[in-house]
């Protein structure tokens, strides 16, 4: 069973552009949740979907916003970026009847912004 | 605010030994708690977890205790083997929270 798949791997922008990751969950989860990485910050939670619906979101600007689609993958769209954006981004699926705890997470997109 | 905190960022021991990873927990609301180990270059890998309503789970080389009077949680690794080198973190969440809340994770290192 493949994991979770996330793409790009890596990427470089520039201070206001936006970007868009995308996360394939393993087969059969339907929670997608998002979770941005800093040395300084750890771990910290953006939003979670399920079945296309944002059922939680964490403390960051309005510039970061997610979406779900019918097969369960997921985008999340950072808009207007700043310096302090650049972080590993994880995205985690859960599988069903978990309730959105045991997370299961890809490798994440590393984003630089320059 | 929340915080899962834990009492050392580093711990270094020897190849063979058993080595014991801290956690301190701030919400006594939670239910659920997880440590993750995360190597480099890779996202966080589940390692196991744990109910409120157990203060013990083995796995396979590994025991998580629960100490919900303290708010305290560890990891014990037995026999650890260069392999184990990594990042660890531990995570809580609460029923309905539909996240998990993370500490700032402790890094293990192997001296041969």
């Known amino acids: 069973k493949a994991g979770v798949t996330q793409t790009p791997r890596y990427l470089i922008k520039t201070r206001g552009q936006q970007v868009t990751l995308s996360c394939s969950p393993i087969?059969?989860?339907?929670?997608v949740s998002w979770y941005q990485q800093t040395p300084g910050q750890g771990l910290q939670f953006l939003f979670e979907y399920f079945s296309e619906t944002q059922r939680n979101k964490g403390n960051f600007p309005g510039r970061f916003s997610g979406r779900q689609f019918s097969n369960s993958r997921s985008e999340m769209n950072v808009s207007t970026l700043e310096l302090g954006d650049s972080a590993l981004y994880l995205c985690?699926?859960?599988?069903?009847?978990?309730?959105?705890?045991?997370?299961?997470f890809g490798s994440g997109t590393q984003l630089s912004v320059l | 605010g929340e915080n899962v905190g834990l009492h050392l960022p580093t711990l270094s021991v020897q190849e063979g030994d058993n080595s014991i990873i801290n956690c301190a927990y701030s919400?006594?609301?939670?239910?659920?708690f997880i440590w993750y180990k995360q190597e480099s270059g890779k996202g966080p890998q589940f390692i196991i977890d744990i109910r409120s309503n157990m203060d013990k789970r083995q796995g396979q080389r590994v025991t998580v205790l629960l100490n919900k009077t303290v708010k305290h949680l560890s990891l014990q690794i037995a026999a650890t083997q260069p392999g184990d080198s990594a990042v660890y973190f531990c995570a809580e969440s609460f029923q309905g929270a539909q996240k998990l809340v993370f500490g700032q994770g402790t890094r293990l290192t192997i001296n041969p």
């Open positions: 985690a699926s859960s599988p069903p009847g978990a309730s959105n705890e045991k997370l299961f």
């Open positions: 087969s059969g989860h339907r929670s």
């Open positions: 919400n006594s609301a939670s239910d659920y």
